[in-house]
């Protein structure tokens, strides 16, 4: 009975933890920092700045979309940054964000546009390709 539930056990962790697999969940974001911000100010590329918190219902609808948007070919450019509203409150408000759930997207260190609360999908993708504008 212990060798009939090792391998499938075995096997399934072998899946979870292959490089393939892993690269295919990553996540699009990285976390916000000034430095990096700043950074990529100067480079004009494309950034996108989501103001998240892990207790937000809003924002945890918001992200998945945003990941899959940001997997996409047509955003490939845009660098996103996910800014902690509980840990980094200062670097939002200095931003600009009223709250959680705000999106920004800059570019040449312009801010290109501000959505607050959005979920809509198709709106989502309004607000990505303003980056790209």
Known sequence: ?????????????????????????AEPFEPFSQARFEALQQTGQPVLVEVYADWCST?????????????????????????????????????????????FVFRGGERQVMSVAETDEARLR???????D
């Open 59 to 103: 924002c945890r609808r918001q992200s998945p979309i945003l990941a899959r948007l940001l997997g996409e070919e047509a955003f490939g450019d845009v660098v996103a940054l996910k800014l902690d509203w509980d840990t980094q409150r200062d670097e939002a408000r200095a931003l600009g964000a009223p709250r959680q759930s705000t999106l």
């Open 1 to 25: 009975m212990l060798r009939t539930l090792f391998v499938p056990m075995m096997l399934a962790a072998t899946l979870l933890t292959t490089p393939a697999l892993a690269a295919d969940t």
């Open 126 to 132: 309004e607000v990505l390709a303003k980056a790209l």
